[in-house]
């Protein structure tokens, strides 16, 4: 939601780094259909900022929404609803033999205090296989808008419906809150599936990573 002015926009963006800078702390930097001010992505190079990626901002309307499909016959979805749950949906979200497990036990702390409310604006969904957490997606709620997030399955069991079934399932959840819309940001995995189920591009999310100078 960057709205800078041109004849200010290094300071702006020096003034948006500097509480991360101050902790020496990384940041990511997201540019999407929101921020608004002319040249923010050549600028921010120049303040520290490596280009990670570019991916396709998508949107769904009620109207089109494609929900329907059936997930495969031996998929369980059910709710994250506690702690245990919260364990295996890190371990499906970030892959154990990928990521340092001081990672994702930061992760498990910050998401499990959020708690477990059934009102909660964000909610976390695992899917099962044969018991086996293979799965998971998640839903922010908010201003009729259901956000989607995280939507990963594990490498061996892909290409069997199980992603297209957790995104329906969120979708189905989302219409069941009342929600007009929903949205997210596509991997090139994911594309297909989600224009299949009538989501549509409308922009560009760019992701610059941040590194202090502390850590440089």
Do not use: K
């Amino acid at each position: 939601r960057a709205d800078f002015t041109p004849e200010h926009l290094d300071a702006q963006i020096a003034a948006a780094l500097a509480p991360f800078a101050a902790r020496g702390v990384p940041a990511l930097w997201h540019l999407g259909p929101a921020s608004t001010a002319p040249d923010l992505a050549d600028a921010l190079p120049a303040h520290g900022l490596t280009h990670v990626e570019d991916e396709p901002a998508m949107l769904l309307d009620r109207a089109n929404w494609h929900d329907d499909t059936p997930p495969p016959l031996d998929l369980v979805i059910q709710p994250v609803n506690d702690d245990a749950a919260m364990h295996d949906w890190i371990n499906v979200w970030l892959f154990p033999d990928e990521v340092p497990s001081e990672v994702r036990t930061r992760c498990f702390t910050a998401m499990a205090g959020l708690g477990y409310a059934p009102a909660r604006p964000l909610r976390h969904i695992l899917g099962l296989l044969d018991g086996r957490p293979v799965a998971c997606v998640a839903l922010f709620a908010s201003d009729g808008v259901a956000a989607v997030h995280y939507v990963v399955t594990h490498a061996d069991v892909r290409r069997r419906g199980i992603g297209t079934a957790m995104t329906c399932a969120v979708l189905r959840m989302a219409r069941a809150l009342g929600l007009s819309y929903a949205i997210l940001t596509a991997s090139e995995e994911g594309y297909p599936i989600y224009h299949r189920l009538g989501f549509r591009t409308i922009g560009t999310r760019r992701t610059f990573f941040y590194r202090p100078p502390s850590q440089v």
